[in-house]
C-alpha cells in the first residue's frame, strides 16, 4: 500500500507573490538537489494557464538501495494550472523512469487564505510507492522520510526566494518581527527557568549544610 503524506505551509505573501515567486524558485541555497529545469510547454485554455517543465533532480541512495537504484539522478515532470479568477495554482508532479522501483506522485494547491490578507496556503499531498517484491516497505518508508526532508528544502528555499523577490513585504516583516519576539521570550523564559533551578540547587546546598553542621554539633 502507498505511504500518504500531507502537509500545510503558510507563506506570509499574496497570492499574487507566491505564484509570482513559483517560476523563480531556483537556484536557490536550499536546492543544491536540483540540478536542471526546463519548460516543456505552455498555453493558455480557457482563461487558465497550463505549464509543463521538466525537472532533473539528485538521487542520492543509502547503501542498501544501490542496487536498486543505479541512476545519480531522476527526471521530474511538474505539471501546473494556474487559475487567476479563482486564484490557485495547482502543481502535480511525478516522476519519470524506476516507477516500479519507487514512484512518487504530488499534488500541491495554492491558495489566499481569505480571512487573512496577503498570506497564502500550500495544501502539499504526496503519494510513495514500490512494487520490489519482498523490499516495498522498506523503500516506502525510506522514499517518504526522504519526501519530507525535501519539502523542508523546498519550502525553505520558496521562503528564500519570496524574501528577496518582495523584501518589503509588510506581512512578512510583521511576521518575522513576531517570531523574533516569540524567540527572544522564549529565551528569556529559559534563562529565569535556569535561575531558578540554580536558586533551588544552592538553597537545598545550604539547607544540607545546615543540616549537617547541626548533627555534628
Keep these: 500500500m502507498a505511504k500518504y503524506y500531507e502537509s500545510y505551509t503558510v507563506y506570509n505573501y499574496s497570492w499574487e507573490q507566491v505564484t509570482q515567486g513559483f517560476w523563480n524558485r531556483y537556484p536557490n541555497p536550499f536546492s543544491a538537489h536540483v540540478l536542471s529545469e526546463d519548460t516543456v510547454s505552455r498555453e493558455i485554455r480557457n482563461g487558465k494557464l497550463h505549464s509543463k517543465r521538466l525537472l532533473t533532480k539528485t538521487n542520492h541512495v543509502p547503501k542498501w538501495g544501490e542496487r536498486f537504484f543505479k541512476a545519480k539522478s531522476v527526471n521530474i515532470v511538474e505539471e501546473s494550472v494556474v487559475d487567476p479568477n479563482e486564484r490557485t495554482l495547482v502543481t502535480y508532479t511525478r516522476n519519470i523512469g524506476f516507477n516500479k522501483i519507487m ?3 504530488e499534488k500541491v494547491v495554492y491558495k489566499s487564505l481569505p480571512d487573512h490578507p496577503g498570506k497564502t496556503i500550500a495544501i502539499r499531498s504526496a503519494w510513495i510507492d514500490s512494487s520490489v517484491y519482498g523490499f516495498g516497505t ?6 517518504l522520510e526522504r519526501f519530507k526532508k525535501n519539502c523542508a528544502k523546498t519550502v525553505n528555499g520558496f521562503n528564500y526566494v ?3 523577490l518582495f523584501p518589503n513585504n509588510p506581512v512578512a516583516l510583521a511576521a518575522a518581527a513576531a517570531a523574533s519576539k516569540d524567540h527572544q521570550g522564549s529565551k528569556a523564559q529559559k534563562l529565569r527557568e535556569a535561575a531558578k533551578h540554580a536558586s533551588d540547587h544552592m ?6 549544610l545546615v543540616q549537617n553542621l547541626s548533627v555534628k554539633g
Excluded at 203 to 208: D, S
Design 103 to 105: 514512484s512518487v506522485v
Design 203 to 208: 538553597k537545598a546546598q545550604a539547607e544540607h
Design 138 to 143: 522498506a523503500i516506502r518508508a525510506f522514499g
Design 162 to 164: 519570496l524574501q528577496h
